[in-house]
């Protein structure tokens, strides 16, 4: 895409981020969305991806969208029950939209790719941020077992700095606004603050969450107890008269 700014079919996305490189499906039935998709289909397959800053809106206007999304191809449709369309799409870039046009029946807008900028970033500065990474990773795996086991392993392989970045916020089960705030952060030391941020603070929800899963618990099997102790009283007074 370059620098210019190009006219393209637009789907808004409620309570979905895609992120560049991230590869899934979702289901689409708004008449606007499923055009915009038609229309990318008898073009270059392209289209443009940005999420809704509140999901329950069903006619978005632009300022009810993100003004960064993702420009996507898409790979594959399916036209299920009740017309919906099940679309799969790779994230290609980051993008702007500009202005949204009032074209019918599809959604077009005017988008324009954003240059990533680059942070004089040392290679010993890039190895100490990875492996910093690395290391929050390996103790968020501690408390969630699921991605320790499903996508931790792929995660640790990786060299180089901006692939991490780039694959931890695809690969992880985080919800859409921070992914969305990860996807406007215009450099390296950004992305970098926001992914390493999002990992503390999952760790502590999950403690958190932990924490009050075994005090609860605990309580539950101390009223069990107190419970079959009373009862146990109660046969022994019966059988004493």
Not at 29 to 40: D, G, I, T, Y
Not at 109 to 129: H, K, P, V, Y
Not at 146 to 171: C, F, S, W, Y
């Amino acid at each position: 895409m370059g620098e210019q700014v190009i006219t393209m079919p637009v789907v808004a996305l409620r309570g979905l981020t895609i992120l560049p490189g991230m590869v899934l499906h979702f289901d689409i039935n708004r008449p606007k969305s499923v055009a915009a998709v038609e229309r990318a289909m008898v073009g270059d397959q392209k289209l443009f991806l940005v999420a809704q800053r509140h999901p329950e809106i069903v006619e978005p206007e632009q300022g009810d969208l993100f003004q960064v999304g993702t420009v996507a191809v898409v790979k594959q449709l399916v036209k299920l029950p009740g017309k919906v369309v099940r679309v799969l799409v790779e994230g290609l870039e980051r993008a702007e939209l500009l202005c949204l046009e009032a074209e019918e029946p599809a959604m077009m807008g005017e988008i324009a790719a954003i240059e990533a900028e680059e942070d004089d970033l040392d290679s010993l500065t890039q190895e100490a941020m990875l492996r910093i990474l690395k290391d929050k990773l390996e103790e968020y795996g501690t408390v969630n077992q699921r991605v320790a086991k499903e996508t931790l392993p792929a995660l640790l392989l990786i060299g180089d700095l901006k692939e991490m970045l780039k694959q931890i916020p695809i690969q992880m089960p985080w919800d859409y606004t921070v992914c969305q705030a990860i996807l406007e952060c215009s450099s390296i030391s950004a992305k970098y603050e926001a992914v390493l941020q999002t990992l503390m603070t999952e760790m502590e929800v999950y403690r958190i969450k932990k924490e009050f899963q075994e005090k609860v618990k605990a309580d539950i099997d101390q009223n069990q107890k107190e419970y079959i102790l009373r009862e146990q009283m109660k046969i022994i007074r019966q059988e004493l008269g």
